[in-house]
């Protein structure tokens, strides 16, 4: 995966480009914002992440440049803690991710992996099932208009249920998509995290959609009936 960095902090850069060719990304880095839009046009990647205020071209303006010129390459905005407006514009504008300063440089890799995953399937940013809607690039969940609030864990274990409505995942499959590491078969971790997303999202509707098939795992309804 071919990945352009463009921050004019150096040794930020630098952490970043290390920690991704670790993981055997190649990466190209641009330090100043005008080599960084020229390195986006010229030439293909499956990502980009855009510091906010660089010299020259800021990153808002390049996401903003590239979106104007129906590029969909997927980008990641790193924003300061301070940046909040910045965070909202650079979304409206069609940036697909962000994350705050300071981050692990693990973060990064596994939102790098999802907007790639992403992507390449349908650019579908809305996953909806029944009454209940997913905003990949909001991350705001609804259940019959009414706002629900999230952890980012459950809101992920929420996304791998509504990725495939009907399907039964197993505790196993739940535990390595959404924690990333083999189950460790006397832990009851997925089905607590299960409830509390039970408790938000099924509590004050009429129809529960998550359901419990015992002995195997949990789905989410594709219909109510
Ligand atoms: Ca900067």
Same mark, same amino acid.
């Given at each position: 995966?071919k990945?352009?960095?463009?921050?004019?902090?150096?040794?930020?850069?630098?952490?970043?480009?290390?920690g991704?060719?670790?993981?055997?990304?190649?990466?190209?880095?641009a330090?100043?914002?005008?080599?960084?839009?020229?390195?986006a046009?010229?030439?293909?990647?499956?990502?980009l992440?855009?510091?906010?205020?660089?010299?020259?071209?800021?990153?808002?303006?390049?996401?903003?440049?590239? +979106?104007?010129?129906?590029?969909?390459?997927?980008?990641?905005?790193?924003?300061a803690?301070s940046?909040?407006?910045? +965070?909202?514009?650079?979304?409206?504008?069609?940036?697909?991710?962000?994350l705050t300063?300071?981050?692990?440089?693990?973060?990064?890799?596994a939102?790098?992996?999802?907007?790639?995953?992403?992507?390449t399937?349908?650019?579908?940013?809305?996953?909806?099932?029944?009454?209940?809607?997913?905003?990949?690039?909001t991350?705001?969940v609804?259940?019959?208009?009414?706002?629900?609030?999230?952890t980012?864990?459950?809101f992920?274990?929420?996304e791998?249920?509504?990725?495939? /409505?009907?399907?039964v995942?197993?505790?196993?499959?739940?535990?390595?998509?959404?924690?990333s590491?083999?189950?460790? /078969?006397?832990?009851?971790?997925?089905?607590?995290?299960?409830?509390r997303?039970?408790?938000?999202?099924?509590?004050?509707? /009429?129809?529960p959609?998550?359901?419990?098939?015992?002995?195997?795992?949990?789905?989410?309804r594709?219909?109510?009936?």
């Amino acid at each position: 995966m071919k990945v352009l960095v463009v921050e004019d902090e150096k040794k930020i850069a630098s952490f970043i480009r290390k920690g991704l060719e670790a993981q055997g990304f190649v990466v190209d880095v641009a330090h100043h914002g005008d080599d960084g839009y020229a390195l986006a046009l010229s030439r293909p990647y499956h990502a980009l992440v855009l510091d906010i205020m660089l010299p020259g071209r800021d990153g808002l303006s390049i996401l903003r440049n590239l +979106r104007e010129r129906r590029s969909t390459v997927p980008v990641i905005l790193l924003t300061a803690r301070s940046e909040l407006n910045e +965070r909202l514009e650079g979304l409206n504008l069609g940036a697909d991710d962000y994350l705050t300063k300071p981050f692990y440089i693990e973060e990064l890799i596994a939102r790098l992996q999802a907007v790639a995953r992403r992507s390449t399937g349908t650019p579908a940013s809305l996953l909806e099932v029944a009454d209940l809607t997913l905003n990949l690039i909001t991350r705001e969940v609804q259940r019959a208009g009414r706002r629900i609030d999230l952890t980012p864990r459950e809101f992920s274990l929420l996304e791998h249920l509504m990725r495939s /409505p009907g399907r039964v995942l197993t505790r196993i499959q739940i535990c390595e998509q959404v924690w990333s590491y083999h189950f460790d /078969p006397g832990s009851n971790l997925v089905d607590v995290y299960v409830q509390r997303l039970r408790r938000k999202i099924d509590s004050d509707a /009429p129809v529960p959609l998550i359901e419990t098939i015992r002995g195997v795992g949990y789905r989410i309804r594709s219909v109510i009936r």
